[in-house]
DNA sequence: TAAGGGATTTTTGCATGCAAATTCTCAAGC
DNA sequence: GCTTGAGAATTTGCATGCAAAAATCCCTTA
């Protein structure tokens, strides 16, 4: 029996887009070149959707067999994802998934909060590029555009996440300063914390909808503030931006209807619901 | 011939240490549970060190010989630096070490600094819990010793770093933001940008001094404007010292004869030198 | 019946073999 | 002389086998 047995099909075992539509580890997964990038964002899909038990051991054969690969570039899936902090390493044991408390998760944007505002005073003092307005300007104005509908399907409420990630990212990339970067997309990693993480909050659409659209006045103030070159106010209203980001998420988490519903946001199934933080080890 | 020859012997091939009398990766790869764990820090070290041309392919065959473990391991270790941002993949080529420049090393401080004051303003709000403050007051009492000799010998130069090493993380770990702690590490991987990473002029012993005396006032000030809940001044005051602190690599840096002399600082191979910043892809 | 201890089974960690991709070599053609 | 392309030689990426560690099970004993 021959090696060439080939009993990896490269077959297409996690094709699920999430609740938003916003299809991330999808698509990053099919533009992969190797079969790790694959099997790496295929893993954290499953890992940020739920599939396996929080703050317990993930035996490598399973994971393996999950994603149709063999045991060696899971194992290196399940690194990057230890990288990540969504896997914690038991030092001859393996792997377990990590658990996240909500205040971690409000932590992580407060954090990111700090580090937009910082980019946003650099973007005001230098001016803000072509390519960098530009993007920013096309946020705003795709808010505006979806804004006019009633009704967010999840193909709207996938554009409406694109749009908060694109808006964001450009802030951040309008300064330059690349370790900022760095650490930016440090704290997205923590599940619910990105931009791209927004709970619709289906079981109240007027909520919902004033949430919205106080993003999008933020959006429009921040621009404006940057473009002003009035630096300080700028980080003011970034800063304020996040911290109703964090609130929103605080907000709308414990109603159980609604984690009900938008449960195919990725990350929502990591958070620890009630009791202490528990074993929460590094 | 078996496979159970055992080629690697777990051979002690980088057991260097730096200039600074740091340690760093050594003590880590030998408090390393598995060969991983040794593996990478050893190879960090390397890179750090310089022991493979910047910019270069990086083949793991010889990765793998230069650390006596198989390709598989060394692999791994790449992988992990490249999560570290020292190691850059080439999709379907393996590797190169990335090089740095000096603007995004003093960058880098900056970020550092602006978590830094975060975490100084909630500590100096929330109050300074006594483990904490028990070590940044040690901090302060151990630079008092070591500020008392003339001279700095490899040895206190060393103690000097892992005293610094220690206020700064003390002071981020005051605050109980993990989300802040992990942005903190990732921006410290930028090679010279951790507080450990400090560059002794010995061309020039009397800046040196004043600049060792400087951050020691920095420290006084920051932890006692800490303990007075003055947390405005805290931040600002934090920001200051990693600002001097950006400064003085700036300053120090381009002195050649220095970069001879401490040249087994980790890090500094990486810095380019000179001319534009070329082959610089993310 | 519960606890302790040892043997078996599972799982991790690492080394290695193989196929595909890339890079290198070198000569032929413009 | 320089470029280009076909074949050779590396090198990467992945699957798999083996040994050691961990987890589990089962039997003995109090």
Redesign the interface.
């Known amino acids: 029996m021959q090696k060439s047995l080939k009993v990896n099909k490269n077959s297409p075992q996690v094709g699920l887009i999430d609740g938003n539509g916003m299809q991330s580890e999808a698509e990053a997964a099919a533009s992969a ?2 079969q790790l990038e694959r099997a790496t964002e295929n893993l954290r899909g499953l890992v940020l959707r739920g599939a396996f038990p929080v703050d317990v051991k993930l035996p490598e054969t399973r994971v393996a067999e999950l994603l149709g690969v063999s045991r ?1 570039p899971a ?2 899936a399940m ?2 994802l230890e ?1 990540d ?1 969504l896997l914690v390493r038991l ?2 044991r393996g792997f377990r998934v990590r658990s996240f408390s909500l205040d ?1 998760v409000v ?2 944007i ?2 990111r909060g ?2 937009e505002a ?1 980019a946003a005073r650099i973007a005001a003092e230098r001016g803000l590029a072509g390519e960098h307005r530009a993007r920013m300007e096309a946020c705003i104005g795709r808010a505006e555009v979806l804004l006019r509908h009633a009704e967010f399907d999840a193909a709207r409420r996938g554009e409406w996440c694109r749009m908060n990630v694109d808006f964001h990212d450009a802030l951040v990339g309008a300064c330059g ?4 970067r ?2 930016y997309a ?2 997205n990693l ?1 599940p619910l ?1 990105s931009p791209r993480d927004i709970m619709f909050n289906v079981a109240q659409p007027a909520l919902t909808r004033r949430q919205l659209e106080a993003t999008h006045e933020d959006h429009t103030h921040i621009l404006e503030a940057i473009l002003a070159r009035t630096s300080t106010r700028a980080a003011a209203l970034v800063r304020e931006h996040a911290y109703r980001s964090g609130a929103n998420k605080r907000r709308n988490f414990p109603d159980i209807e609604l984690r009900r519903m938008v449960i195919e946001t990725p990350g929502v199934a990591l958070i620890r619901t009630g009791e202490a933080d528990a074993a929460d080890v590094a």
């Open positions: 070149e190797t060696t194992r290196l690194a990057a990288q902090g030092p001859r971690e932590e992580a407060e954090v700090e580090l910082v300063i690349r370790p900022l760095a650490a440090k704290v923590v914390a």
